[in-house]
């Protein structure tokens, strides 16, 4: 059987969509509409569902066609995704450094609390 390919990269529209559906698990046009209307009041139904239509199309949805209402799940975990793009940001942009990519990160500009995590985080690495 031939190995499907990977799925392509959302744009930020479609980032923006994932991040709602992804709590979410699954859900039709309609919820995931009234979910961005908490934030996005401007965003109309026909958007989102054309949206997600495209979003199969490309493979960042997986489609449960067996209801009358169509269900959409994301293709790929919230964490699977983020570490894809992640390692993709830091080949084309940081020449494949994780410390180089780590330092921008840190320069662009963290709250005392996102430091103090990171702090913590890395001192219970040590620990290990």
Known sequence: MAKSPAPSKPTPAELDLLQVLWPLGSGTARQVHDEILRTRP???????????QIMHAKGLLIRDESERSHVYAPAQAQESLQTNLLKDLMQRAFSGSAKALVLAALKSGISKKEREEIEELLKSEDKR
């Open 42 to 52: 401007d965003v109309t139904y026909a958007t989102v569902l054309r949206l997600m």
